[in-house]
């Protein structure tokens, strides 16, 4: 079964400033992807970012990229220029390729804290 | 666009109560469909998927049950409301792409408090 891993209960970072959220997971599937949401005190989950396993590049979306380091199973999330307003929690989510269908297994999360 | 719909947004309910969750979604057809369940402070844990009209998986043994009556409309249901079901449960979305990795989509989600 496959599992992901976040080590950090609770991030803090200056505005502007940039941070990177850990996340590591565990499977033997060739194929899966990789996930970021951001879920603010709200309750809602904000998709942010996707990295397929054969991706050869590091996904970006504006202020968010993903450092994946395959052979580390790493898929770890780079905020950069910090504001106010990326305060929230963040989980990182796995699924198998083939016919999983999509389903996501979630990390525990970590709640980030932007310092003004 | 495609936008989800959840209701309602908060609910308490007595132990042994029934329960009906709906989730409706707009703009797109045959989406794969999911209910989540968030426990306080933890990550989401998948309760059901469906690939299609009358087509429900289970992944834990639980006392809810779903169904989907039409294409974008997904129910989660209960007989008797146990104090363990209470949690923020979630429905989602995805178009079943594998490239995207059934990239998945979000409702604003049902807090559910059973007393």
């Known amino acids: 079964a496959q599992k992901i891993t976040q080590t950090q209960p609770g991030m803090f970072v200056q505005e502007k400033e940039a941070v990177t959220l850990d996340c590591t997971y565990d499977t033997s599937d060739p194929s899966y992807g990789l996930f970021w949401y951001k879920q603010p005190s709200s309750g809602e989950m904000i998709f942010l970012i996707y990295q397929g396993s054969y991706d050869q590049q590091n996904a970006t979306e504006g202020r968010y990229s993903l450092n994946f380091q395959k052979a580390r199973k790493s898929a770890n999330l780079v905020i950069s220029a910090s504001q106010l307003g990326d305060s929230a929690m963040y989980f990182c989510?796995?699924?198998?390729?083939?016919?999983?269908?999509?389903?996501?297994?979630f990390g525990q999360g970590t709640i980030l804290t932007v310092h003004p | 666009s495609q936008t989800i719909h959840q209701w309602p947004a908060t609910l308490v309910q007595p132990v042994g109560s029934p329960l009906s969750l709906e989730c409706t979604v707009e703009?797109?057809?045959?989406?794969?469909l999911y209910w989540y369940r968030q426990a306080a402070g933890r990550g989401l844990q998948l309760l059901f998927y469906?690939?299609?009209?009358?087509?429900i998986s289970s992944e834990v043994p639980q006392n809810l049950s779903a169904s989907r009556p039409q294409d974008r409309q997904f129910i989660l249901s209960s007989k008797k409301l146990l104090l363990s079901d209470s949690g923020f449960y979630l429905c989602?979305?995805?178009?079943?792409?594998?490239?995207?990795?059934?990239?998945?989509?979000f409702g604003p989600g049902t807090r559910l408090t059973v007393t």
């Open positions: 989602a979305w995805s178009l079943g792409i594998p490239d995207r990795g059934y990239e998945q989509y």
């Open positions: 469906s690939i299609g009209i009358d087509q």
């Open positions: 989510a796995f699924n198998a390729g083939g016919t999983s269908y999509g389903k996501l297994t």
């Open positions: 703009g797109t057809s045959n989406p794969n």
